[in-house]
């Protein structure tokens, strides 16, 4: 007799697709609506994203993903475990967004907690803090008044929620010579209160999402997972759900755990399938990952049911299908891409689509004849796609055949560009310089979009850019900044922006995605091979410096963080696909020389998250990666400064890498971190300039120069001062005017202050 296979999702995306989630905090944050309102707003989506999953067939709807902000501060708030600076007061709605945000409508001004990348991707997470003394205490109620919300609805729910060793791991310590594992016990109390109140709300099952699993963690780490769930077993039962990479290294202790079944992405990783199955205990549920969340190629489901099939009659109605990891990281919906080619959109799936291949898949696997022609039908078009004359160039493949080592290379040693710089740019000691872009105010975006939608002409449109450009030139001259930017007022975003403008890219219009908070991008998806047919910021940035004295930084998205940030064709390794990317930016870099731009900023904020999760395969990557952003800039003359700029991303330990990219300026992200970021450089003798954020421009709190100056202080004990910039921690575009000129005010005081400081210790 055939059983039926289990059909769930690991998440759904929170936004709405046309990220009513965003504009509604938004709303909240400047006071337009009241918490009721947004409340409302949330409400409405959680219901919708119920009906997706369930009107796709899915037999569990995801309970517990939804975020105000994010999942892990979330966690945090379900815990009652915040910083200790926003733990005044009984945690309600506004603490959250004081935490993330260091502001909210009510209460005090706080700094936010410090943000990171989540793994291996653009999501961003609220970093935990703790401290030996920390408790737990389980006061935020939002998990539980949503599992009862969507069962009075008629859902079969099965919650989720972030593993207590993964919670541990994800965070920080705050003091000295403590190790944050050891508030396991404690933190295990809590989580059995958790699935207590969760047995009691009637779930059967529970997500715990362990993905740290995927690391190569240290022995107590791996250990600790013995203890907790040995803990946690009983009521309900528990699915350990593990994703982003293979979890084999740690079988032989997963199989040994107090739990009932194990989720692996065998997107990520579809070789473990066979280890697993053959060593899962015989009362285990193995949830098989098989749709891929983080991409959205179409499933080739004839494919995965022929895979599939012999695990299905060796474990019967102990498969669940579902998707690898959480559908946060694909756009909700593709049925709104009308406008997208027709051959190119019937390659793609979205995240409401994810969810009907795993029910077709399930049905097939289950036995229905029907299903299964219907997974040869829909799977046609990904495997005509291989064959797709639109898809493969010989001209760039035959240019990126052809790269050597030399093309790495710039002409001249660090040493020797940075005196010809200096003689050329005649900068100050502590030059100061902002990130790139600035306030994309509502005019602008109209502007932008009336110009797409044919509603504004080509010469309006450029006269409309360029008296932003203009304003932009002039407001910085007035800060007295040294190296200006032209504003990128005609951008979208750094990555769709040259998506829009390469050959190889298809983009969406509706495509949104969550990278933190309110912060939605849309990334394009790569589907063919990738060349630049003609200059693409020339034009804009010779008006802005045609405008100035002083030098104008052409402004550059990095090969690796364009292909980060975009949805990458899989039949193609990601080092040639960076390799294509940076040929098609060193042309860029040699047209901005040559019409007089002396500053170029490639931007590679995205390296570090594009590390493999585990550390034994790290050098492999950064080998091609750095060789990838070298070649796009390396066609730069000695006298041409090229900056880079990296931002929320733990790079300290890969700061040899880092060095490696042979930059002239590297920007990064320190504030939020109090500068603890650039504890590699006790230990590193980083060769060349640095500008170290010292203004955290995610945050609408405005730094005064008392502040700036301390941080500045901090980073010229470890970078000696004749190599440090002032600059703001990341681009402006998300912040006001108002608040961007009375930070960068602070900042340029600042930068002069301690110019005297320092020259007159010097004399």
């Not at 997470?125 to 920390?134: G, I, M, N, R």
């Not at 190296?483 to 922006?497: I, Q, S, W």
């Not at 109090?674 to 945050?699: C, Q, R, T, W």
């Amino acid at each position: 007799m055939t059983t039926k296979t289990t059909t769930h999702i690991l998440g759904y995306p929170r936004v709405g697709s046309q990220r009513e989630l965003k504009f509604a905090q938004e709303k909240y944050w400047q006071g337009d609506i009241d918490q009721a309102e947004l409340k409302e707003v949330g409400s409405l989506l959680r219901h919708r994203h119920w009906g997706d999953q369930s009107g796709a067939g899915l037999d569990f709807v995801s309970v517990g993903d939804f975020a105000w902000y994010d999942h892990v501060l979330g966690t945090s708030m379900l815990l009652g475990h915040l910083p200790k600076r926003h733990r005044k007061g009984f945690p309600d709605l506004d603490t959250l967004f004081r935490v993330a945000r260091g502001k909210a409508p009510t209460g005090c001004s706080c700094a936010a907690a410090d943000m990171t990348k989540w793994f291996n991707t653009n999501y961003h997470y609220l970093v935990p803090e703790f401290s030996a003394d920390d408790e737990f205490t389980v006061s935020w109620q939002q998990l539980f008044e949503e599992v009862a919300e969507a069962k009075q609805a008629g859902h079969a729910v099965k919650p989720v929620l972030l593993g207590p060793v993964s919670y541990l791991w994800l965070g920080k310590e705050k003091e000295a010579g403590f190790d944050r594992l050891s508030l396991l016990p404690r933190l295990l109390t809590a989580y059995q209160q958790i699935l207590s109140k969760l047995a009691k709300l009637g779930v059967e099952w529970v997500q715990i999402d362990e993905p740290v699993l995927a690391l190569e963690l240290p022995a107590a780490w791996a250990e600790s997972f013995n203890l907790a769930y040995q803990v946690l077993h009983g009521s309900p039962k528990l699915l350990l759900t593990t994703y982003f990479d293979n979890i084999t290294h740690h079988l032989d202790n997963i199989t040994k755990l107090k739990i009932d079944g194990l989720h692996v992405d065998l997107s990520a990783a579809p070789a473990q399938l066979d280890e697993i199955v053959d060593a899962l205990p015989e009362n285990w549920v193995l949830s098989a990952g098989v749709i891929n969340g983080r991409n959205v190629w179409r499933a080739d489901l004839s494919a995965l049911l022929a895979r599939l099939q012999p695990v299905k009659a060796a474990l019967g109605d102990r498969l669940w299908l579902g998707s690898s990891c959480s559908l946060l990281h694909s756009p909700i919906d593709l049925d709104l891409e009308t406008d997208l080619d027709p051959e190119v959109r019937q390659w793609l799936s979205f995240a409401k689509q994810k969810c009907r291949e795993i029910t077709l898949l399930a049905q097939a696997l289950d036995g229905s004849v029907v299903a299964q022609e219907e997974c040869e039908r829909y799977s046609a078009p990904i495997k005509a796609r291989a064959a797709s004359e639109r898809v493969n160039n010989p001209q760039v493949r035959q240019r990126s055949a052809a790269i050597t080592d030399a093309l790495a290379e710039r002409k001249l040693p660090y040493a020797e560009r940075a005196r010809l710089q200096r003689q050329s740019l005649g900068l100050p000691l502590l030059p100061t310089t902002t990130i790139g872009s600035f306030p994309q105010t509502g005019e602008i975006r109209t502007q932008r979009r009336d110009y797409k939608a044919g509603r504004l002409s080509e010469q309006d449109y450029t006269q409309a850019i360029q008296g932003h450009i203009a304003d932009a030139i002039a407001r910085q001259e007035k800060l007295d900044l040294d190296v200006l930017v032209h504003g990128e007022a005609e951008r979208n975003d750094m990555v769709e922006y040259f998506a829009e403008l390469l050959e190889g890219f298809a983009v969406t219009r509706f495509g949104w995605v969550q990278s933190y908070g309110s912060r939605c991008v849309k990334p394009a998806v790569i589907v063919s091979d990738i060349y630049r047919s003609e200059a693409m910021t020339v034009g804009w940035t010779t008006y802005a410096q045609s405008l100035t004295k002083k030098p104008v930084k052409g402004m550059l998205t990095g090969p690796v963080t364009i292909l980060g940030w975009t949805f990458p064709r899989e039949d193609l390794s990601r080092e040639d696909i960076a390799n294509q990317i940076a040929l098609a930016l060193r042309d860029e870099v040699a047209d901005l020389q040559a019409n007089g731009i002396k500053v170029i900023q490639i931007d590679e904020p995205a390296i570090r998250e594009g590390l493999p999760l585990k550390a034994s395969q790290w050098q492999t990557y950064l080998n091609w990666a750095v060789k990838a952003f070298r070649i796009s800039a390396a066609s730069a003359e000695p006298e041409t400064q090229i900056h880079t700029h990296m931002c929320y991303s733990e790079f300290n330990d890969i700061i040899k890498s880092v060095a490696a990219l042979d930059a002239d300026v590297i920007t990064i992200e320190t504030s939020r971190s109090d500068m603890e970021l650039l504890k590699a450089f006790e230990e590193f003798a980083y060769p060349n300039e640095i500008g170290p954020g010292v203004y955290d421009i995610h945050s609408p709190n405005i730094p005064d120069v008392a502040q700036i100056v301390q941080l500045a202080e901090k980073a010229e004990q470890l970078i000696p001062a004749e190599r440090l910039w002032i600059n703001p921690d990341c681009g402006l575009k998300t912040r006001n005017w108002a608040e961007t000129e009375a930070a960068l005010g602070n900042m340029v005081a600042a930068a002069k202050q301690l110019r005297e400081q320092w020259q007159a210790k010097a004399v």
